[in-house]
């Protein structure tokens, strides 16, 4: 099969967990006869210091002519802080790659060899954790208007939207559903609808369509609520439905059960518009740019090797190369000799993708 895809590493560390997945994802493809066409772009202040944007006219044209992005990350934050908000990476670049792409998947699994890392008691994990989080990524708060701040100091006031039309719930939710069919028949729909009309809306859609999901056991939870049981009963979750702004905050409390935020993968993913025109998918780590450790060759590229797995899973339908690469990386995080530091290792970001390499060939 021909594979096409836009690498983004962007800043910081971007640019070295990027480079250690794609020696995975080129290993995989010689292994399975695929071709793959790489076109490397730039992104974030990489792009700024070259072309004066963070996303360039040529890094879109690049994105729009591949089938995926693959995606580091963005934004430095001493020279973030030198920009407008409206003019940082994260929003002109990351934002505006996310457009149109409305289910953002997050995969949060402890190995079961790192349980001394999840900061959970061991009583508590070991039944094991694998949550999916699905965080609805083009509505919500983020988008809302009116949005800003009007008036004069010390007397201003500011204005954030929260609004969801029931197309954008249903949608969101149908992907919960179908998630929910495809692991363990379980759903469960964070809101916080004793308080949001946003989320009453939302509870009311989601019960309406359980109704075509008889297979499926549908829960709701309050998002506050939500949040202490994931510390609580972290082992009872698996797929989670929620918004925007709660996936946000959920997904990186949940980031913490796997041991280290460096080991979570994303995806987020569209469907064909009115006119049958797609967003392009886009897949990155949901980690940072972590600018302390860039250049370094210490940053963990766990997070976009399982982010590449992901890609080849959804986007390109190659469900056994994408278990091949989520077993040796597994076996490698289980066996816990080859970590990096934020794991307690002393391995590099390099050494981790030999090791992972070395496992898909055993
Ligand atoms: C994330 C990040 C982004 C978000 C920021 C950088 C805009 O926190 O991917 O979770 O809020 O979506
Ligand atoms: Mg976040």
């Not at 077993?327 to 490698?332: L, R």
Request: aromatic share 6%; glycine share 8%; charged share 25%.
């Amino acid at each position: 099969m021909n594979i096409s895809i836009a690498v983004l590493p962007g800043d910081g560390i971007g640019v070295e967990v990027i480079k250690a997945a794609m020696r995975v994802v080129d290993d995989i493809a010689r292994r399975f006869g695929h071709k793959i066409t790489a076109d490397y772009a730039d992104v974030g202040w990489a792009a700024i210091d070259k072309y004066g944007t963070a996303l360039p006219a040529e890094t879109r044209q690049v994105c729009l002519a591949s089938q995926a992005i693959f995606f580091g990350a963005v934004g430095l934050p001493d020279r973030d802080k030198t920009l407008p908000q409206a003019q940082r990476p994260e929003r002109v670049a990351l934002l505006e790659l996310r457009k149109g792409l409305f289910a953002n998947l997050r995969h949060v699994v402890l190995p079961p060899g790192l349980a001394d890392r999840c900061p959970l008691k061991n009583e508590l994990i070991k039944n094991g954790i694998d949550i999916m989080i699905i965080r609805e990524l083009t509505g919500g708060l983020y988008y809302g208007q009116p949005q800003g701040i009007q008036g004069r100091a010390p007397d201003r006031t500011a204005v954030d939207t929260m609004a969801y039309s029931e197309h954008e719930i249903r949608r969101i939710l149908k992907v919960g559903f179908e998630t929910a069919r495809k692991r363990k028949k379980k759903l469960l729909s964070v809101d916080k609808a004793n308080i949001l009309a946003t989320s009453q809306l939302w509870r009311e859609t989601a019960t309406a369509m359980s109704k075509d999901y008889p297979d499926i056991q549908l829960e709701h939870i309050y998002v506050d609520n939500a949040s202490m049981q994931l510390l609580r009963r972290a082992s009872e979750f698996d797929v989670i439905v929620t918004e925007n702004t709660f996936g946000d905050i959920l997904s990186d409390e949940a980031s913490m059960l796997a041991g280290s935020i460096g080991l979570v993968p994303s995806a987020c993913l569209g469907e064909p518009d009115a006119h049958g025109k797609y967003a392009v998918p886009f897949y990155e780590p949901i980690h940072g740019s972590a600018p302390d450790i860039a250049g370094l060759n210490k940053a963990n590229p766990v997070g976009s090797i399982l982010t590449a797995a992901m890609m080849l899973r959804y986007t390109f339908g190659l469900a056994a190369e994408a278990n091949a690469i989520e077993k040796a990386t597994f076996a490698v995080l289980n066996e816990g000799r080859v970590l990096t530091g934020d794991l307690g290792g002393t391995a590099s970001c390099s050494a981790v993708a030999d090791a992972v390499i070395a496992a898909i060939r055993s």
